[in-house]
């Protein structure tokens, strides 16, 4: 059974849920489809695949939007509208600006806490293992790195 959401933000083109270790956009009806083409449905993120959080306040005459940047993704590169448009992307009204700004705390913390949890010299011998078989490490640079992790 899956978690309840821990935040719940009702956007313009669609529907945030913030839950433990993840996010999800839902999307649906006449104006998801007009803002973000025929992206429909539901998408799930992990926080762990968030490089970075983009935010744009709503103001008095223009709608705000929280954007999330995945590896690989080009939002950055995009203009405004383009990034309003992309299906990482939910925009909100001015009346949401602190709920966006406690989801972007939130999302960042747990990423943060994530990212600092120790990983054990036998998970890194592990994926340096894998390189190796991989050919992307030699022998003399998997040695090493071995030897910097046990001495550690």
């Given at each position: 059974?899956?978690?309840?959401?821990?935040?719940?933000?009702?956007?313009?083109?669609?529907?945030?849920?913030?839950h433990?270790?993840?996010?999800?956009?839902?999307?649906?009806?006449?104006?998801?489809?007009?803002?973000?083409?025929?992206?429909?449905?539901?998408?799930?993120?992990?926080f762990?695949?968030?490089?970075?959080?983009?935010?744009?306040?709503?103001?008095?005459?223009?709608?705000?939007?929280?954007q999330?940047?995945?590896?690989?993704?080009?939002?950055?590169?995009?203009?405004l509208?383009d990034?309003?448009?992309?299906?990482?992307?939910v925009?909100f009204?001015?009346?949401?600006?602190?709920?966006?700004?406690?989801?972007?705390?939130?999302?960042?913390?747990?990423?943060?806490s994530?990212?600092?949890?120790?990983?054990?010299?036998?998970?890194?011998?592990?994926?340096?293992?894998?390189?190796?078989?991989?050919?992307v490490?030699?022998?003399?640079?998997?040695?090493?790195?071995?030897?910097?992790?046990?001495?550690s």
């Amino acid at each position: 059974m899956l978690d309840a959401p821990t935040i719940t933000l009702s956007g313009i083109n669609g529907q945030l849920e913030v839950h433990e270790d993840r996010l999800s956009i839902r999307r649906k009806g006449f104006l998801a489809k007009a803002t973000q083409g025929f992206f429909a449905g539901e998408k799930t993120i992990y926080f762990n695949q968030i490089t970075s959080i983009k935010v744009k306040q709503g103001g008095l005459l223009t709608n705000g939007f929280i954007q999330f940047s995945l590896a690989g993704n080009q939002e950055g590169k995009r203009g405004l509208l383009d990034q309003t448009k992309d299906e990482n992307t939910v925009m909100f009204r001015k009346d949401k600006n602190e709920a966006v700004q406690q989801i972007r705390e939130y999302i960042e913390k747990r990423r943060s806490s994530a990212s600092s949890t120790p990983v054990s010299v036998a998970d890194e011998l592990t994926k340096f293992k894998a390189l190796l078989d991989k050919n992307v490490l030699t022998q003399e640079e998997f040695d090493i790195k071995k030897r910097q992790l046990l001495n550690s």
